[in-house]
């Protein structure tokens, strides 16, 4: 049980709306598809249909996982932090009109709100590219987001050094290509890194994958089911449908 509400509500992919304290952040934006990558299942929440928002995060410069595309909608450009993993990304989302796109490296820390904090974790890269996982912490609860994240270890490192995290959010698909190793975890790295964490939730991400020209390229291994005949009894799987609000039990 979590000391304070915290609501999930997953849009498609890794792409969710998380809120916290009374504050919304979306992680990893895509909204539209493209020719060559589908979503593989519907999406869960329209660009329109988001609140105000105190943030959003990006894990990796990946499509379905950065849509500036669809972003251009967005009315809180000028207003709304957003946070990227690397310099490239901040300058085309200042030049779309998002004036407080930055940078951020593993290991700082923002100040999204008063009451909500946020940390940048190592998870990684994608290719060449830094991957970002995320923490946010209230005054009363913690919340670990990794997106797109394969190895376990990293959280290891990470929980060595700080407290445990009420609810985790990791992917659990095992995404990877058909030659090399996995880009993501699968079920059981997931339920792993959540007992890592030490939390007592797990909501599946980066489940679905869509048929398309990039499937041919890569492979899945698991699927959100897995994950919950996997976990303990310690541990609660959220498997969350697109568009469908969860919300803790104080």
């Known amino acids: 049980m979590l000391n304070q509400a915290i609501a999930v509500t997953r849009v498609v992919n890794s792409c969710v709306l998380l809120e916290m304290d009374g ?3 979306l992680t990893d934006p895509w909204f539209t598809e493209r020719w060559f990558l589908r979503r593989g299942e519907p999406l869960g929440l329209r660009v329109a249909e988001l609140p105000p928002l105190a943030a959003i995060v990006v894990t990796n410069p990946a499509t379905n996982h950065w849509d500036l595309r669809g972003l251009r909608a967005f009315p809180g450009k000028d207003s709304t ?6 310099a490239g ?3 085309r989302a200042r030049a779309l009109g998002f004036r407080r796109a930055e940078q951020v490296r593993w290991g700082e820390t923002r100040q999204i709100a008063p009451e909500l904090s946020m940390r940048v974790v190592p998870a990684g890269r994608t290719l060449v590219w830094p991957n970002n996982a995320y923490a946010f912490s209230t005054a009363g609860s913690r919340l670990f987001f990794g997106g797109e994240i394969a190895d376990v270890a990293l959280l290891v490192r990470y929980r060595a050094e700080h407290p445990p995290a009420d ?4 992917p659990v698909n095992g995404l990877r290509p058909l030659l090399g190793p996995p880009l993501v975890m699968g079920p059981a790295q997931a339920v792993a890194g959540a007992s890592v964490l030490g939390a007592k939730v797990l909501v599946p991400v980066h489940d679905a994958h869509g048929r398309d020209p990039l499937s041919a390229l890569f492979r899945t291994t698991g699927t959100a089911s897995d994950t919950i005949t996997l976990a303990g009894t310690d541990l609660t799987v959220v498997d969350l449908p697109t568009g469908e609000r969860w919300e ?3």
């Open 23 to 25: 504050h919304a952040v």
């Open 81 to 86: 932090p957003l946070y990227v993993p690397t």
């Open 89 to 91: 990304m901040a300058r």
């Open 167 to 170: 609810l985790a959010l990791l």
């Open 248 to 250: 803790s039990a104080r």
